[in-house]
């Protein structure tokens, strides 16, 4: 059976993402009661667990509350290494940016509950996009800022230098962009299909002057040693469904996989704010932009491995997953990953 985790359940260590954002909010002469409106936080029990759905207000709250456009890549600078015993140990270990980045996927429930990272690599480019883990299509925005620029963060700080980044979104340039300047630099790109960060990969085995592979090594054995953190729904579903995306699943079957009835897992899903459908589309859209860029695929050949009797019928659902015919988008994904 699939582990996973509701959006509702107790899972983040109240004493850690969540106090960081509380004393942020508090630092600007915000109050209490604006923070927690509508939570079920209690800074008084920082032993407890927050769900992620209260987390998630919280941060809603405070963005609201402060309602400043660095306040998002305020919050990311002091997201990682996290204060997670053995994951943020190892993070801060790191030897270099591939184990960073894989650390980062490995521990992602711990170090990064409300977004999931992935990591891949193809033709001497490296990329970490990230994918939701609790439901959270309002604060998205905001969510890909504070993440990316934690990753930044951390990187500049373990490498003593800032890495060439460039940056894809998954949605229309903001009104301000003068913050996405400051703190991830001006290669930006809006209007993408997904929410990516993209380096040189021959950036992913330069030393790192504060790393220890040993250290790290040690580090990640005892957090293999400790208890799992269930990842969310949307974060488990991605990963079942990228890996049968050759044969896709229905939702009755992924239902009885993730242990609950058809019914029960449609209303998880509707309460994260998604459907199966759209989850499923997500995860063909990434395969096929995958298959373009890192395999030279064609058209036939992206429909023969997302199971599509022709490439007409591929062409179609492409476009209908993304607005735009594949060519186009194609093109696009080219000049964004600096490849046209």
């Not at 509508?38 to 032993?47: E, F, I």
């Not at 500049?156 to 460039?166: D, H, I, T, Y």
């Not at 301000?176 to 703190?183: A, C, P, R, S, T």
């Not at 009835?261 to 989850?279: D, I, M, V, W």
């Amino acid at each position: 059976m699939i582990a996973w985790s509701a959006a509702t359940d107790p899972t983040i260590p109240a004493h850690q993402q969540p106090a960081l954002v509380l004393e942020y909010a508090r630092s600007r002469d915000v109050a209490d009661a604006a923070l927690l409106r509508g939570t079920r936080v209690t800074p008084s029990d920082p032993a407890g667990l927050v769900a992620p759905a209260d987390y998630l207000q919280l941060l809603t709250n405070a963005l609201r509350a402060l309602d400043n456009p660095e306040t998002s890549f305020m919050l990311g600078q002091q997201l990682l290494p996290g204060h997670d015993g053995a994951p943020s140990n190892a993070l801060v270990q790191a030897p270099n940016l591939r184990a960073a980045l894989t650390l980062l996927c490995r521990w992602h429930a711990r170090l990064t509950p409300l977004l999931r990272p992935r990591f891949e690599t193809w033709d001497g480019v490296a990329a970490l996009y990230w994918v939701d883990s609790h439901g959270a299509p309002a604060l998205r925005g905001a969510l890909v800022e504070m993440h990316m620029t934690a990753v930044v963060a951390l990187c500049r700080w373990l490498g003593a230098e800032r890495l060439p980044w460039r940056f894809c979104f998954n949605r229309a340039a903001p009104r301000h962009v003068e913050q996405h300047h400051v703190h991830l630099g001006s290669a930006l790109r809006f209007g993408c299909q997904f929410d990516a960060m993209l380096i040189g990969a021959a950036y992913l085995d330069r030393p790192w002057p504060r790393g220890s592979a040993l250290a790290a090594d040690l580090a990640a054995r005892a957090a293999a040693g400790e208890p799992e953190r269930a990842p969310g729904l949307l974060a488990a579903l991605y990963d079942y469904l990228l890996e049968r995306v050759r044969v896709a699943p229905s939702l009755e079957q992924a239902a009885h996989d993730f242990g609950v009835s058809p019914a029960t897992f449609k209303r998880q899903l509707a309460r994260h704010g998604t459907h199966f459908q759209a989850e499923l589309d997500q995860v063909r859209t990434h395969v096929a932009l995958w298959l373009f860029q890192a395999q030279g695929a064609d058209n036939d050949a992206v429909a023969r491995h997302l199971g599509f009797h022709d490439a007409a019928n591929f062409r179609r659902s492409f476009k209908r997953w993304t607005g735009q015919a594949p060519l186009s988008l194609r093109s696009g994904l080219s000049e964004a990953l600096g490849l046209a």
